[in-house]
């Protein structure tokens, strides 16, 4: 018997997924239409939460298309990066010392992040 808490992906994964349909869709997708472009055995029950999810979030636009929605992702989220950045900043945003934390990620960073990090910081006249 298989654990159902093996069963499941890593956190973030669907909604990676779901946007990359998303982004490579010519217009806005119902969650339907999103299901069938991800070619997984995923209940279209799972889709709409993900997008009703992503829409919370500021990620994704919606709009009315007969009885439910279809999605688009949100104009300041043009691509997986631009996702990362904004989930970077919701987690800065959760916690109340930033300063805190900023120090802290930067500890962690590699010796090559950390050049990047700085050449883009003096890049931008910071």
Do not use: C, N
């Not at 159902?4 to 998303?22: I, Q």
């Not at 991800?38 to 992503?54: K, N, S, Y």
């Amino acid at each position: 018997m298989t654990d159902a808490k093996d069963e499941r992906r890593p956190a973030g994964e669907l909604e990676a997924s779901v946007m990359a349909v998303l982004w490579a869709a010519d217009a806005p997708r119902t969650p339907g239409q999103v299901q069938q472009s991800l070619g997984v055995d995923l209940a279209r029950t799972t889709v709409t939460t993900i997008l009703t999810r992503l829409h919370d979030k500021g990620v994704v636009d919606r709009r009315r298309q007969g009885r439910g929605y279809a999605y688009a992702p949100a104009r300041d989220v043009p691509d997986a990066h631009g996702l990362t950045a904004r989930r970077m900043h919701s987690e800065l945003d959760r916690d109340g010392d930033r300063e805190t934390v900023l120090a802290r990620f930067v500890a962690q960073l590699s010796p090559d992040d950390e050049r990047v990090l700085r050449d883009l910081l003096e890049a931008d006249g910071r």
